[in-house]
Nanobody, 114 residues
């Protein structure tokens, strides 16, 4: 089992920045992919970004050039640096880990005001 704990959400004005963190614990040695998903009210959960244990990253088109995912293996933590935030980025952001079973954090709210 893997446990994920997110932090770093909050309220920010459009154009601002936030950094999300996700700390993994438990059976982390088998994790091969970590990432972030988000779910806005009335919408399905969608991929934001993922990073493999080898450092390969994938981003949804809407965040390319604005968000950066990174991973600190020593701290078992993955980060999502979000810059130039837009109101449409407002959502609950969920950390995800795969080993290849899927694990989810509890979610952290990000609200971007216009």
């Amino acid at each position: 089992q893997v446990q994920l704990v997110e932090s770093g959400g909050g309220l920010v004005q459009a154009g601002g920045s936030l950094r999300l963190s996700c700390a993994a614990s438990g059976s982390i040695f088998s994790i091969n992919v970590m990432g972030w998903y988000r779910q806005a009210p009335g919408k399905q959960r969608e991929l934001v970004a993922t990073i493999t244990s080898g450092g390969i990253t994938v981003y949804v088109d809407s965040v390319k050039g604005r968000f950066t995912i990174s991973r600190d293996a020593a701290k078992n933590t993955v980060y999502l640096q979000m810059n130039s935030l837009k109101p449409e980025d407002t959502a609950v952001y969920y950390c995800n880990a795969r080993d290849p079973r899927w694990y989810w954090g509890q979610g952290t709210q990000v609200t971007v005001s216009s």
